[in-house]
């Protein structure tokens, strides 16, 4: 017995709305947003107009992610997103918190990449004190490892005796929570410059976060520890693609009033 046309458009359209919120889910998008998408390519898929309309955007999204997979076509916009800067001396070395496995209490490799660039810095004599980000109740399930705590355990079994003085920004949700902190502590203290350390394709963004507290900062931004930079494979843009993904969202969120991403 054959499907009626509207109930094929219906599951036609529910199962690209899923494909693409299981893309979006991949990078951080809310449960709300997701249940959005899905509901909404149902309702278009049942529709005429809607549904060919459904059916181009999808033709043209493959087309686009072709493109992005079998062409180093996204160096381009991963390097916008990239600020560097030589180090210099400053009074402080801000190394922005990446993220951290609640199950195994371990640091996300974005964190452990952050916190070894700042350790870097220090030891070359950048600056003396070292800050490090203590994440709120918000991110994570109750009872998950702070960042800070992770990280304070491991410059102290790198360096037992003679580390870096080390600050804790309590109880941050976003970049901007952080930007905000930083700027007390500036002027408590009387910091007149700080390095930014974060991963590249957040770099720009902190920057101008933390421009806009007041902060004079210098970007010295760790290595990217989840694709190679140059996307010599199709794993590496695929990487690249949810990266700025992730940055694009974050971007509408904040742009909406809303908590943008880390």
């Known amino acids: ?14 199962a690209r709305g899923a494909a693409l919120a299981a893309y979006l889910g991949e990078v951080r998008a809310t449960v709300p947003l997701l249940l959005t998408l899905i509901v909404a390519g149902g309702v278009a898929g049942a529709f005429v107009w809607p549904r060919r309309v459904l059916k181009v ?3 043209l999204l493959a087309l686009l992610l072709a493109l992005c997979l079998l062409t180093p076509v996204l160096r381009g916009p991963l390097a916008a997103l990239t600020l560097a800067q030589p180090p210099v001396r400053a009074d402080a070395i801000v190394v922005l918190g990446g993220g951290v496995q609640c199950g195994t209490r371990a640091l996300e490799s ?23 980000s ?8 109750a009872g998950c490892a702070k960042m800070s705590e992770l990280e304070r355990a491991q410059i102290k079994a790198l360096y037992p005796v003679g580390g870096p003085q080390i ?3 309590r109880q941050v949700t976003t970049t901007r ?15 007149r410059r700080v390095l930014l350390v974060t991963s590249p394709s ?29 996307l010599p494979l199709p794993v590496d843009r695929l990487a690249a693609l949810r990266t700025l993904v992730y940055e694009g969202l974050s971007r509408v969120k904040a742009w909406a009033g809303g908590r943008p991403q880390r």
Do not use: C
Not at 1 to 14: L, V
Not at 134 to 141: F, H, I, N, Y
């Open 202 to 230: 957040h770099s720009r963004r902190a920057a101008r976060l933390f421009a806009e507290q007041g902060v004079n900062v210098v970007s010295v931004p760790a290595g990217e520890t989840r694709y190679d930079a140059t």
């Open 110 to 132: 974005s964190s452990l990449a952050r916190l070894v660039r700042g350790l870097e810095l220090w030891r070359a004599g950048y600056a003396p004190v070292l800050t490090v």
């Open 57 to 59: 955007g999808s033709a």
């Open 167 to 169: 600050l804790t920004l």
């Open 134 to 141: 203590e994440q709120s109740g918000v991110l994570g399930p």
């Open 177 to 191: 929570d952080e930007a905000a902190r930083v700027r007390d502590l500036a002027r408590q203290r009387g910091w």
């Open 1 to 14: 017995m054959r499907t009626p046309e509207p109930w094929r458009g219906i599951g036609t359209g529910a």
